[in-house]
């Protein structure tokens, strides 16, 4: 069957490394409307071959954020499915199948080449101002050699032998025809020496399996593509059709980050963002909606969106827009249905539950616990100089402590026992007391000199919201300088 024939088949494939981003809900909502606007399937894939990277919770994170916007998956690892298993990890015989097929074939080669000697070549490729790319030594290996180094164990991993000289040409739904110039493409790893696949191959080999007709991914992925339809030929593959979404990018056009604004799903959910709005919000941007309409649904978007009107400039990701369309959703609500979105998200019964132990002790009566606890509940505090300068230290080394404290946190698991060790680690690093260390997260999560127990506390208002609150600091103080 031609691809053109085939039916619609699209997916998402995240990687399970953290919290689940805001990309990942806009790239979900383009192939989900994609699916359902020509009567296809939509997927979900985990891609978790990454061991370095996991993180053993981002799956259901992943599966709670994006059932919390309403974007329905019809086969995955969670549903189920004829094309399964749908997690990568649960798949790695198939990709050692293909592996082999390929070094069979000669399409690929065995490289037993040391950590130390690719990075010594890449210094001096750096130094005589060559791309990095490998040298290709171990394709000079006799098959006795290679022999001989399997018998001996040595590790190894396989890289595709992208025919050189020579140019991969392929079609971008948005773009056209774009082409690569093998000098730009490296002898790609395809099986890594812990033999798990990278992203290449496993991507590659699952989107033929789960029969993909056209892969819809952000547009940083489009220098993998290249390596992607090098693949398929190389398997005899026929590839599905790429369309690369313009990047979100922050109001100053640099690629969204975490710096500039909150990425994590679980942060606009917990902060009291309506999945509707959420929705709305990502619909608007790269204009795939008719100009003049601001407010609408899934549904409606679903009968409205064309991808042909999408523009590559670079949606901006504007908090300020989304907060607005956030208030425009909530006035709309009848108080009834107000009270229930309070009571299911900053009022919610398990959050209240995990406070009560944190003012039990400290309170003469029931409202004391809202003086004490106020600070869960507030969108932003903001301390004053007074509250939150430790008293030998300048304002400048305060801020830059602040940002260290935000890199640190945003590095650590949540738990007591690692956040901790964060502030300790910080403290030596700084060379300040753990005291002050401690004294100034307290002061920019609580408003506070004193509150209840400060690790706790940030447990509570978890990770999302903490960083959030931290960034909202910095950028607080800084705009004051
Ligand atoms: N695992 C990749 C990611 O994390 C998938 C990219 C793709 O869609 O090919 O986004």
Redesign the pocket.
């Known amino acids: 069957m031609s691809p053109d024939a085939a039916p619609v088949r699209v ?5 399970p ?1 953290g919290d689940p981003h805001v990309g ?1 809900a806009y ?1 979900a909502l383009l192939n989900y409307l994609f699916a359902r606007q020509r009567g296809g399937r939509f997927i979900l894939r985990i ?1 978790d071959t990454d061991r370095t990277r996991f993180v053993g919770t981002s799956e259901q994170m992943i599966y709670d954020s994006l059932r919390w916007l309403g974007l329905a998956w019809d086969e995955g690892p969670d549903v189920g499915g004829a094309y399964g298993p749908y997690r990568q990890s649960e798949r790695t015989e198939l990709y050692r199948q293909a592996v082999d097929q390929l070094l069979h074939a000669g399409q690929a080669y065995r490289c037993f080449c040391t950590p130390e000697r690719l990075e010594a070549m890449r210094q001096q490729q750096a130094a005589a101002h060559q791309p990095p790319r490998y040298d290709r030594t171990c394709l000079q290996l006799t098959p006795a050699e290679v022999q001989a180094r399997l018998a001996g164990q040595h590790p190894y991993v396989v890289r595709l032998m992208v025919p050189q000289p020579g140019e991969t040409v392929f079609r971008d739904e948005l773009r056209g025809e774009i082409r690569f110039d093998h000098a730009n493409v490296d002898d790609q790893v395809l099986l890594k020496s812990d033999g798990y696949p990278t ?1 290449h191959l496993a ?1 590659v080999v699952d989107d033929h399996a789960m029969e993909i007709s056209d ?1 819809i ?2 547009e940083e ?1 489009i220098s ?1 593509t290249p390596k992607h339809v090098l693949l398929y030929g190389a398997f005899g593959w026929t590839a599905p059709r790429f369309w690369h979404m313009p990047l979100l990018r922050n109001p100053d056009k640099s690629k969204i980050s975490k710096r500039k604004n909150p990425v994590s799903l679980v942060y606009y959910r917990q902060a009291g963002f309506l999945p509707q709005a959420m929705i709305n919000f990502l619909g608007l941007l790269g204009g795939g909606m008719p100009a003049d309409l601001e407010k609408f649904t899934l549904d409606e978007m679903t009968e409205k969106f064309q991808f042909e009107r999408i523009s590559l400039g670079g949606p901006v990701f504007d908090l300020e827009k989304l907060r607005w369309l956030n208030g425009v959703y909530l006035r709309a609500l009848p108080p009834e249905e107000l009270l229930n979105e309070l009571r299911t998200t900053v009022f919610g019964q398990p959050y209240l539950r995990q406070i009560v132990p944190l003012v039990q002790e400290r309170i003469e009566t029931l409202a004391q616990a809202a003086d004490l606890a106020d600070f869960l509940f507030r969108d932003e505090v903001a301390p004053p100089p007074e509250v939150y300068l430790p008293k030998k230290r300048t304002r400048e080394e305060t801020l830059k402590a602040g940002a260290e404290l935000l890199a640190a946190l945003e590095a650590a698991e949540w738990s007591h026992a690692e956040l901790e060790a964060e502030l300790r680690r910080l403290a030596d690093k700084l060379g300040w007391t753990a005291k002050e260390v401690f004294m100034l997260f307290r002061a920019i999560l609580t408003g506070k000199t004193a509150s209840p127990p400060l690790l706790e506390s940030a447990l509570v208002f978890g990770k999302a919201r903490t960083l959030d609150r931290l960034r909202r600091f910095l950028e607080r103080e800084k705009a004051r300088r």
């Open positions: 997916r998402i494939a995240p990687s490394t990942t790239i891609e992203y991507n892969v991914r952000a992925w993998s």
